[in-house]
């Protein structure tokens, strides 16, 4: 059995995000998507809000049965994926930027914990689709109905005082 791990912070998850662990759910026999704390941002939803959103979304995707949606213990990306006994990184890139950005934490990974890294590219439905995008657009009261799952709409409009998106 092949157990790939699909990491990030998802602040917050965007279809993006669900479509690419449903290509991995399609690779792999089971696939933990990794909820990780990045010190470097300040998040918009906790990491128990994040790891919450993100089994509520995928509950609702049928090619999700064999996906498990977990906290990503303090520490290293490999040492933990390799202890889940994973054999993959599955990691989406959207650009050549992001291209350069993942190959050398790729190497590391690999390096330290024996797992190698599967690079996606994005659907182009959603290449142009981050979170941060997300927060800024949804901030300023845009509409992000239909780049983020129906959960996190409606936690994002409960956490922005109801402006983002006009549909739901």
């Avoid at 092949?2 to 399609?26: I, N, Q, Y």
């Avoid at 792999?28 to 959103?53: C, W």
């Avoid at 989406?92 to 190497?107: I, Q």
């Amino acid at each position: 059995m092949t157990l790939a791990v699909c990491p990030g912070s998802f602040d917050p998850a965007t279809e993006g995000h669900l479509d690419l662990v449903e290509r991995a759910a399609a690779l792999f026999d089971e696939v933990v998507v990794a909820v990780a704390s990045n010190a470097a941002k300040a998040p918009l939803f906790s990491h128990d809000e994040r790891v919450a959103l993100l089994r509520a979304a995928l509950a609702q995707r049928p090619g999700c049965a064999r996906v498990r949606v977990e906290a990503l213990p303090h520490g290293l990306l490999a040492e933990h994926a390799a202890g889940l006994g994973a054999v993959a990184v599955v990691k989406g890139v959207r650009t050549a930027a992001d291209v350069e950005h993942e190959t050398p934490m790729a190497l590391v990974n690999r390096r330290l914990g024996g797992v190698d890294t599967v690079l996606l590219p994005a659907d182009p439905r959603w290449a142009h689709v981050s979170s941060s995008l997300v927060k800024e657009v949804a901030r300023l009261g845009g509409d992000v109905a239909g780049l983020v799952p129906d959960v996190v709409l409606r936690a994002l409009r409960e956490r922005l005082g109801g402006s983002p998106g006009a549909s739901g």
